[in-house]
């Protein structure tokens, strides 16, 4: 009987994860501390993560969770690569991802050379039909765990190098390991560190793309 309730449990927990990654593409669903408007035909932004203090010493705080999202338009027949990911505080990437809406395929790339150049691809896909297509695209980033589960501590998930991106609701990955025996999955872990970033940046290769506002929190 526990081993039902825990397979059903951890059923329901997927369900949940897989639900909200499909649908966390909108800024409303979470408590945003910034969002702002472009102006018209904006294709680059550099927005600073300022990890908090600790108030009793003075240490830096890892942000253990962030969202941001970010809006574009798209032309008709638009062939614009976004970039769109997070940098350290030397200006070396950390880890992005590239939407080429030309090709209609994507790919994650980070770099844990300490500034030597050494970039790797990460993961790499196909782009929905329509994904980048006229309209709004919206890209959404998230770092950290999905939620509080107990789960995710217990079985050692490293949340620091938890990190996925979602474009108008397809979900950018394809690997989702499992917890031994709670039947509850998460994303596979990165090969950096996601609290080395101190800035989120994007910027549009080609033409045919612009952002149009952000939100983080």
């Known amino acids: 009987?526990?081993?039902?309730?825990?397979?059903?449990?951890?059923?329901?927990?997927?369900?949940?994860?897989?639900?909200?990654?499909a649908l966390v593409t909108t800024a409303s669903a979470f408590r945003c501390t910034t969002e702002e408007?472009?102006?018209?035909?904006?294709?680059?932004?550099?927005?600073?993560?300022?990890?908090?203090?600790?108030?009793?010493t003075g240490k830096t705080v890892w942000i253990t969770e962030m969202n941001f999202f970010l809006y574009a338009t798209a032309a008709p027949g638009a062939?614009?690569?976004?970039?769109?990911?997070?940098?350290?505080?030397?200006?070396q990437l950390v880890y992005k991802v590239i939407v080429d809406c030309g090709e209609g395929r994507w790919k994650t790339m980070y770099d844990k050379s300490g500034g030597r150049g050494n970039v790797r691809k990460w993961k790499e896909g196909s782009l929905a039909a329509g994904s980048c297509g006229e309209g709004e695209v919206t890209v959404f980033a998230h770092v950290g765990c999905p939620d509080n589960k107990p789960e995710y501590k217990e079985y050692g998930v490293p949340c620091s190098r938890q990190a996925f991106f979602v474009v108008n609701g397809q979900v950018l990955d394809h690997d989702f390991p499992e917890?031994?025996?709670?039947?509850?999955?998460?994303?596979?872990?990165?090969?950096?560190?996601?609290?080395?970033?101190?800035?989120?940046?994007?910027?549009?290769?080609?033409?045919?793309v612009i952002f149009t506002r952000y939100a983080y929190g």
């Open 79 to 91: 062939d614009g690569k976004i970039h769109a990911g997070f940098w350290d505080k030397d200006d």
């Open 37 to 56: 408007e472009l102006e018209d035909g904006t294709t680059e932004i550099n927005y600073p993560i300022t990890p908090p203090r600790d108030l009793a």
């Open 1 to 21: 009987k526990q081993w039902y309730q825990r397979r059903v449990r951890g059923q329901f927990y997927n369900m949940i994860f897989f639900v909200l990654l």
């Open 179 to 208: 917890i031994p025996r709670e039947y509850v999955h998460y994303i596979e872990p990165l090969p950096v560190y996601l609290r080395k970033a101190t800035s989120f940046r994007a910027y549009v290769k080609r033409d045919g």
